[in-house]
């Protein structure tokens, strides 16, 4: 799945990765649980403005992070 989605990621098809830090983040799809790569994932999706990724990378986050606080307000920003 990874080599799919990330070629359609690279055409500009963005919400792939926020699919591919689901998939990571759960362990299903064909992927091994990752934390960390559904951080860079989601990472991806939440700086093109995607507001579900934003919501799951701050979630992934610990609230201590200044990040966390930074994409749930961007996640937030969109509902408004």
Same mark, same amino acid.
């Given at each position: 799945?990874?080599? #799919? #989605?990330?070629?359609?990621?690279?055409?500009?098809? $963005?919400?792939?990765?926020?699919?591919?830090?689901?998939?990571?983040?759960?362990?299903?799809?064909?992927?091994?649980?990752?934390?960390?790569?559904?951080?860079? #994932?989601?990472?991806?999706?939440?700086?093109?403005?995607?507001?579900?990724?934003?919501?799951?990378?701050?979630?992934?986050?610990?609230? $201590?992070?200044?990040?966390?606080?930074?994409?749930?307000?961007?996640?937030?920003?969109?509902?408004?």
């Amino acid at each position: 799945y990874e080599i #799919f #989605f990330s070629n359609q990621i690279a055409s500009g098809q $963005t919400s792939n990765a926020h699919v591919m830090g689901f998939c990571y983040r759960d362990g299903v799809g064909g992927c091994e649980k990752n934390v960390d790569k559904a951080k860079e #994932f989601y990472v991806m999706a939440a700086e093109l403005g995607l507001s579900d990724s934003q919501r799951s990378l701050a979630h992934l986050l610990p609230v $201590t992070d200044p990040n966390c606080w930074h994409w749930m307000g961007k996640a937030a920003q969109k509902v408004l």
